[in-house]
């Protein structure tokens, strides 16, 4: 079945830091791609996506693109800051009706 | 964007009781609604799929008849825990889905935090 494998946590970084949160994926398809973050007590939001090959989703300084030949969608920033302080989901959607297929999460801390 | 909204945001109940949690859609028609489970320091677990006039569909190894769902309109779907107990102290997440377009995107609730005591 699908599935999302990103890297583990958690990540610390320092302030102005570059961030990269690995993802890669297997589905059946030719699925959308989602990177979505959960800050502290709070539930999911959507920070980017990216619907086929070679697209890029961009949202907040963040940056993600789909790479089918690699099979990943790694998310990246080029200066983090405190405030991006967050666990980090990767998640594929392979077609029409279906629920979302979720990774682990990865926790990142920037610390000032 | 669209809003999905949780009530309530926090519940403590005693052991043996009954919970409910509802999931609004409030600008946009959801014929699908989800229903998330999610541990501490893990990652989100599918618990079942909600469409409006139907049945959900319960993902393995979570009990229909502990988890009753309900799906009554396009803008609401309701959780209810039956006679919780202290393992079923969790964050439950809904999404639901806005139809239409190149590409369908769930938006997630804000998630209820059940502690049973």
């Known amino acids: 079945g699908d599935s999302v494998t990103q890297m583990e946590g958690p990540v610390t970084l320092s302030e102005e830091a570059f961030l990269t949160i690995n993802c890669t994926y297997t589905?059946?398809?030719?699925?959308?791609l989602f990177w979505y973050v959960q800050y502290p007590g709070e539930g999911l939001q959507l920070l980017l996506k990216?619907?086929?090959?070679?697209d890029k989703g961009s949202n907040k300084g963040f940056e993600a693109t789909y790479r089918k030949e690699t099979t990943s969608f790694h998310l990246e920033k080029g200066s983090v800051q405190v405030s991006d302080s967050a666990v980090y989901f990767c998640?594929?959607?392979?077609?029409?009706?279906?629920?979302?297929?979720f990774g682990k999460g990865t926790r990142l801390s920037v610390i000032a | 964007g669209a809003v999905v909204s949780q009530h309530p945001s926090r519940v403590i109940c005693k052991s043996g009781t009954s919970v409910k949690i509802e999931c609004r859609s409030l600008?946009?028609?959801?014929?699908?609604m989800f229903w998330y489970r999610q541990f501490p320091k893990q990652s989100l677990m599918l618990m079942a799929t909600?469409?409006?006039?139907?049945?959900?569909?319960?993902e393995q190894g979570v009990e229909k008849d502990k988890f009753l769902i309900n799906h009554a309109s396009l803008t609401l779907s309701t959780l209810t825990v039956t006679s919780a107990h202290p393992e079923d102290s969790s964050f439950y997440i809904c999404?639901?889905?806005?139809?239409?377009?190149?590409?369908?995107?769930?938006?997630f609730g804000p998630g209820t935090r059940l502690t049973v005591l």
């Open positions: 998640a594929l959607e392979d077609s029409g009706n279906t629920p979302l297929v």
């Open positions: 990216a619907t086929k090959a070679d």
């Open positions: 999404s639901a889905r806005s139809p239409g377009g190149p590409t369908d995107t769930q938006y």
């Open positions: 589905a059946t398809g030719y699925p959308s």
């Open positions: 909600s469409n409006e006039g139907s049945k959900a569909t319960y």
């Open positions: 600008d946009f028609q959801a014929t699908t």
